[in-house]
């Protein structure tokens, strides 16, 4: 309210002026004539100024700002995935009894063109995930995102995430399992019915976390090459990769 009041004050007070200028011009120089010549022809001009304001000015600076915003959330993601994404999505994938039949098509490598990403994408989106419990590692599931749980938390309350509806999805499938997990005091001892629902979570993260992890490798590739090497080289999907540079 207050800031309204201030609003239309300087409104006032900007039109207060206006008129006072005009009305001493009056009394200066008598030509009222003239007064309207350029009042007309500056009152013309407002739908250009306007026109320039807010379809061309604004627009670059918004496209300015939203590119601010996308560069920032970026880290954040880069974040996530330094510190959760990249190790959940290899033990993620050990559920997945069928990941041989696509594991080729996602190892990323150097020599990927943008091309190789949308096959690889298109892929993924067809893969139909099956997700057997006993071929991955409950507790060490567990483990890993419990000891990554205050950071998720952190990253749920990123206002900058609002801007990508499909990472907030992620973080919380991620954060679902990771409750859900944390709730369980014997994984050893889980009714079928349990292993099921389980089951569906990890599907749900899993799906989520192969296409942002893909789509984060490009923007690797693309903005920082450096990063991208090593995201290659230390890539949890592909058994053969290795940190150390041997070529």
């Known amino acids: 309210m207050k800031e309204r009041r201030w609003q239309l004050a300087l409104a006032a007070g900007l039109v207060a002026s206006s008129a006072l200028l005009y ?25 250009v100024e306007v026109l320039l304001v ?3 000015l604004h627009r670059l600076l918004e496209r300015r700002e ?6 920032k959330l970026n880290m954040v993601i880069g974040a996530f995935f330094s510190e959760v994404g990249t190790g959940l999505i290899g033990r993620i994938a050990a559920f997945d009894v069928e990941f041989d039949e696509i594991r080729s098509d996602v190892v990323v490598t150097q020599a990927w063109k943008d091309k190789d990403f949308e096959k690889a994408r298109a892929g993924l989106m067809s893969y139909d995930y099956s997700i057997e ?8 599931l567990r483990e890993y995102l419990s000891e990554r749980r205050q950071f998720l938390l952190g990253l749920l309350g990123n206002q900058n995430l609002l801007e990508h509806e499909a990472f907030t999805e992620l973080l919380w499938a991620v954060f679902h399992l990771t409750e859900e997990l944390h709730s369980r005091t014997d ?7 349990d292993q099921i629902h389980l089951a569906g979570d990890i599907k749900r993260a899993y799906t989520l976390l192969a296409a942002e992890w893909l789509a984060y490798m490009k ?7 450096y ?8 890539n949890p999907l592909d058994p053969t990769a290795h940190a150390e540079v041997t070529e």
């Open 227 to 234: 990063l991208f090497s090593l995201a290659v080289r230390t």
């Open 133 to 140: 419990m006993e071929g991955g590692d409950l507790a060490d």
């Open 66 to 71: 939203h590119k601010a915003k996308l560069n």
């Open 187 to 193: 994984l050893s001892a889980l009714p079928v019915s």
């Open 23 to 47: 009305f001493m011009h009056y009394l200066i120089f008598h030509d009222p004539h003239h007064i309207f010549i350029y009042m007309v022809g500056d009152i013309a001009f407002v739908p």
């Open 54 to 56: 807010t379809m061309i």
């Open 219 to 225: 923007h690797l590739k693309t903005a920082y090459p």
